[in-house]
């Protein structure tokens, strides 16, 4: 088997196949629950899994998948999102996700808008952008608060990203169950040999649930199949890196070579006029010094020759200041 596909002691969580195993199956529920309750900061008592695909209210009207959508016994609807690739709009599609579940929450007929509760936690595998307001670190909570006095509005739709690729914390550097949860999230398929957990029942949990080998066949054919996909797709991507790097490397230097040659023509006018005018000066100005100098000569023989100083002036064309200085 090709050693890129090759599945390692622990999968990958961040595939989407390895992800719904162990946070959207029944028999690993409680690795989702007690990560729900660390995230959000509530005891649930128990959960269950729902469809996680939501249909529009029209024909026309986009389909919104979620990874999990899971329903707590005494609480709120959670949306559980894996999200390897950046997307533009990531934070208005958690607003959509959520804003769908409560539209399809809603009783038929009357109604007073006491919606259940609708928390949206996402795992992103790229920086969370800063427009967004987020905090330091890697793990991030958004509420409906006044944006002045910062009071809550209401806690039934609550956002948190945890960002699983920025995760650069060694496992003793974690401080919280956040922390620890992000280092495995990040690290689990690098591992050879089981890591300490610092006797952690909830992550020997989850290491021994994402072992492959302790996956059904069933399960890890499909992880193996989404590898392959995955290898493919990372050769796609890296072909058309390499071929538009070449092409583009190709093109900037025929527009630098263009562009270089227009400024340099640009540039050789501008030094060509400059230096034309700077020697049209100096002979404009050695040109007026010698008409000047003929005209005084020519002058002084007028005014010997006994002409007035006007009949000089209009003679030579000096003003008749000029050539009363000369008597």
Known sequence: MDQSITPTKYVNPMIDVAFKYLFGTEKNKNLLKVLLENVFDREIEDISYDNTEQIGESLDARNAYFDVLCRAKDGPDFIVECQVRPQEFFAERAVFYASRTVANNAPKGEWDYDFRSVY????????????????????????????????????????AFMEVATFNKRIEECQSFQDEFLFYMKNLPTFVEKPDTRHNQYFEELLHTAEYLNMDMETQAMYEKRLKEMR???????????????EGIKQGIAEGLEKGMAEGLAKGHEKGLAEGLERGMEQGMEKGL???????????????????????????GLSLEDVRSLQ
């Open 232 to 246: 493919d797709i990372r050769n796609v991507e890296e072909y058309a890196r390499r071929h538009t790097l070449a």
């Open 120 to 159: 949206f936690l996402g795992l992103i595998n790229f920086p969370l952008p800063d427009v967004i307001g987020k905090t330091e670190g890697y793990f991030h909570s958004f509420s409906l608060r006044n944006d002045k006095t910062h009071a809550l509005m209401t806690d039934k739709v609550r956002y």
């Open 290 to 316: 010698a008409e000047g100098i003929s005209k005084v000569k020519e002058a002084l023989k007028l005014l010997r020759d006994g002409y007035s100083a006007e009949e000089v002036s209009e003679k030579t």
